[in-house]
C-alpha cells in the first residue's frame, strides 16, 4: 500500500492535552518513518518543541470561530488545499473546531481522508456536528467519549485512547530541583493540581485549594501546594491563595503558571489532583492521582478501579459524585497518613501506564486507522 502522508492540524502551540497529545504523536509517526507537517497558528508555549521535530510546519492564522465571511474562509481553505497538493498528503487530522472545520473541508475537497479525533465533550454543538460530517473516521480517547458521538449518529468511532511516552516521564525522577527553586523543604508535603485555570477546571482549582487549608490548619503543617496552568481565571486563582495563604499564616501556595517541563513538577509531589492527560501522565510519573474533571470527582484512583476511572476519563469525561471539598480532604488525608502505600500506588501507577497507555501501542492503531481510511487521490 502507498505510504501515507499525514497533515496534522491544531489550532495553535500552545500546552494543553490535545497539544501535547499531537505532539507526541507526531513525535511517534516520525519514528514510524511516516511523513508528518502540521498546520497551526505559529504561536504558544509548545512552538520549539513541535521545530524540534524537524517537520514542515505551516503557520495558519487559524480564527476563533467558524462563523466566518466566505471570503475569509475561502482564503483559509484553500491554503490548506496547497499545502495538501505540496506535500502530497494522503490524510488531515483534525483535533478541534476552528482549524478542523477548515481543514476538513481542504481535505474534501482534494478527495483525501480526514481523520477527528475528539478529545472532550466541550465542543459547540453545531461545531462538533460540523466535524462529524467532514470525517472519515471519528476517534475517541475515552469510553464516554463513544457514548457522546453515538448521540450525533456517530455509530461505530474508534476507541484510542491518549498515548504516553514512558521516556518523557521518568518514574521516581529527582524532585531537588523544583523543590530548591520554589523553596520547599524535601521532607514536606507537596500537592499538585494541573489543568487549564479556565471554566469548570478553576472552579475544581478553588476546591482543591480549600481542601488543602482545611489540612494545612490541621494535620499537615508543613504543606506545600503547587499550582500549574494558564486560563482566563489565574487572577483569580491567585487571589483566593493570597487569602487561604493569610488565613494560614505561611506562604505555602505556589502558582507557578504554564510549564512545559510538567514532569519536573510531578515529580517534586507526593500526590497529584487532575485529570484526563494529566492524570496519565503523573501515573506515569510514579505519582497517585486523586480524579477530579469537568464532569465531576471520581477520587483516589488505584489498581482495583482503572478500568472504571478510565471510564469515566479521570472525571472528566464522567463521575461518580459531585465534587466536593470535603470528599477531597478526606481522601487525601487517606493518602497523606500512609506514605509508603503512596509510593507503592505510584510504581503500580507507573505500570498501568505502560501496559495500556504507551504510545507505541497508541500510534500503531492509530496507523491503521490510516490504512483503513486512505482514498485512491494523490495530489500533482
Known amino acids: ?52 521535530l524537524q517537520c514542515p510546519i505551516y503557520n495558519i492564522d487559524f480564527p476563533k470561530t467558524i462563523s466566518l465571511p466566505k471570503e475569509h474562509e475561502l482564503e483559509l481553505v484553500q491554503k490548506i488545499e496547497q499545502i495538501i497538493e505540496f506535500e502530497n498528503i494522503s490524510h488531515i487530522h483534525i483535533h478541534q473546531t476552528p482549524s478542523g472545520y477548515l481543514a476538513g473541508q481542504a481535505a474534501n475537497n482534494k478527495g483525501i481522508a480526514t481523520v477527528l479525533t475528539i478529545h472532550g465533550t466541550y465542543y459547540p454543538n453545531h461545531e462538533i456536528q460540523e466535524l462529524f460530517k467532514l470525517a472519515d473516521a471519528v476517534i475517541c480517547v475515552s469510553p464516554p467519549l463513544c457514548n457522546y458521538a453515538n448521540t450525533f449518529n456517530i455509530e461505530n468511532p474508534y476507541l ?19 523543590r530548591n527553586e520554589l523553596k520547599i523543604h524535601e521532607d514536606s508535603i507537596v500537592l499538585l493540581y494541573a489543568s487549564r485555570i479556565a471554566w469548570a477546571k478553576a472552579h475544581v482549582c478553588s476546591i482543591f485549594l480549600r481542601a488543602c487549608k482545611d489540612l494545612k490548619l490541621s ?11 494558564d486560563g482566563d481565571k489565574l487572577d483569580d486563582i491567585k487571589f483566593l491563595s493570597q487569602k487561604i495563604e493569610e488565613t494560614c499564616n505561611d506562604k505555602f501556595i505556589h502558582v507557578v503558571g504554564e510549564q512545559k517541563n510538567l514532569n519536573a513538577f510531578y515529580g517534586a ?7 484526563g492527560r494529566v492524570a496519565l501522565e503523573a501515573m506515569a510519573s510514579e505519582k497517585q492521582i486523586i480524579a477530579i474533571g469537568n464532569h465531576g470527582y471520581f477520587g483516589i484512583v488505584n489498581n482495583d478501579n482503572l478500568e472504571e476511572a478510565w471510564n469515566h476519563y479521570f472525571g472528566d469525561h464522567g463521575s461518580i459524585m459531585p465534587c466536593s471539598r470535603h470528599i477531597l480532604r478526606d481522601d487525601l488525608t487517606k493518602l497523606l497518613k500512609d506514605q509508603e502505600q503512596l509510593k507503592l500506588n505510584g510504581k503500580k501507577s507507573r505500570e498501568i501506564v505502560k501496559e495500556k497507555f504507551n504510545i507505541q501501542t497508541v500510534t500503531q492503531e492509530i496507523l491503521k486507522i490510516y490504512y483503513e481510511t486512505k482514498k485512491d487521490y494523490t495530489s500533482k
Open 1 to 52: 500500500m502507498d505510504r501515507v502522508r499525514i497533515l496534522l492540524v491544531i489550532d495553535a502551540l500552545y500546552v494543553g492535552g490535545t497539544e501535547t497529545h499531537v505532539l507526541g504523536l507526531a513525535k511517534e509517526l516520525i519514528k514510524n518513518n511516516i511523513f508528518v507537517a502540521i498546520a497551526a497558528q505559529k504561536n504558544g508555549s509548545l512552538v520549539n518543541s513541535f521545530e524540534e
Open 269 to 275: 509531589a507526593d500526590c497529584i489532583v487532575g485529570t
Open 219 to 229: 494535620l499537615f503543617p508543613d504543606l506545600h501546594v503547587i499550582i500549574v496552568g
Open 160 to 178: 484510542v485512547p491518549n498515548g504516553i511516552n514512558l521516556e518523557d516521564y521518568p518514574g521516581n525522577s529527582s524532585s531537588e530541583e523544583i
